[in-house]
T-cell receptor, first 115, second 114 residues
Framework: AQKVTQAQTEISVVEKEDVTLDCVYE???????LFWYKQPPSGELVFLIR??????QNEISGRYSWNFQKSTSSFNFTITASQVVDSAVYFCALVLYNQGGKLIFGQGTELSVKP | SQTIHQWPATLVQPVGSPLSLECTVEGTSNPNLYWYRQAAGRGLQLLFYSVGIGQISSEVPQNLSASRPQDRQFILSSKKLLLSDSGFYLC?????????????FGNGTRLTVT
């Protein structure tokens, strides 16, 4: 069975600190996709990034970066120089190649960035 | 560009009353459509998904049903609401039938059953 674990329920940082959100996944399939979504207080889920299981290259987008390591089944998300607008719940999700868009979500990490 | 509309934004309904939540997508054809529910504990649970008109798959047996009367319209319904149906309901669409295409979510409907 597939599973996504986000062990950090809540994280609180002060503005400009770097913060890493952890994501560990479980699957026996070799072809799958991993995602990160952001859920601000307004409630909608915003797509941030997708990674396929054959692409372990790390990715950087502005202050965001993602570290995908198949050896440890982890797909961690780092925000550099955090800002108050980064405050949100962040979800990691997994979908198998032949499962359409049936995302399996982690429980989410609530990030609070204080000024 | 593609947009997804979901309404109403909030809803308060008594136990035993019917429910109808609607979701429409613009700017794309033959999307995959999904209904997710987010309970108070934050976890997101897939309720239904559809790969075409009239094609609905249910992921969790429950008091709810879904229908897709048109290509870009997805409706979540209940004949009689239960207290446990309270939650945040999110509609989403994706472009491909296989995994890999990101889901794009609507703004959600916050349902409170009293």
């Amino acid at each position: 069975a597939q599973k996504v674990t986000q062990a950090q329920t809540e994280i609180s940082v002060v503005e400009k600190e770097d913060v890493t959100l952890d994501c560990v996944y479980e699957t026996r399939d070799t072809t799958y996709y991993l995602f990160w979504y952001k859920q601000p207080p307004s409630g909608e889920l915003v797509f941030l990034i997708r990674r396929n299981s054959f692409d372990e290259q790390n990715e950087i987008s502005g202050r965001y970066s993602w570290n995908f390591q198949k050896s440890t089944s982890s797909f961690n998300f780092t925000i550099t120089a955090s800002q108050v607008v980064d405050s949100a719940v962040y979800f990691c999700a997994l979908v198998l190649y032949n499962q359409g868009g049936k995302l399996i979500f982690g429980q989410g990490t609530e990030l609070s960035v204080k000024p | 560009s593609q947009t997804i509309h979901q309404w109403p934004a909030t809803l308060v309904q008594p136990v035993g009353s019917p429910l109808s939540l609607e979701c429409t997508v613009e700017g794309t054809s033959n999307p995959n459509l999904y209904w997710y529910r987010q309970a108070a504990g934050r976890g997101l649970q897939l309720l239904f998904y559809s790969v075409g008109i009239g094609q609905i798959s249910s992921e969790v047996p429950q008091n709810l049903s879904a229908s897709r009367p048109q290509d870009r319209q997805f409706i979540l319904s209940s004949k009689k609401l239960l207290l446990s149906d309270s939650g945040f309901y999110l509609c989403a669409w994706s472009g491909y039938s296989r995994g890999g295409s990101p889901l794009h979510f609507g703004n959600g409907t916050r349902l409170t059953v009293t």
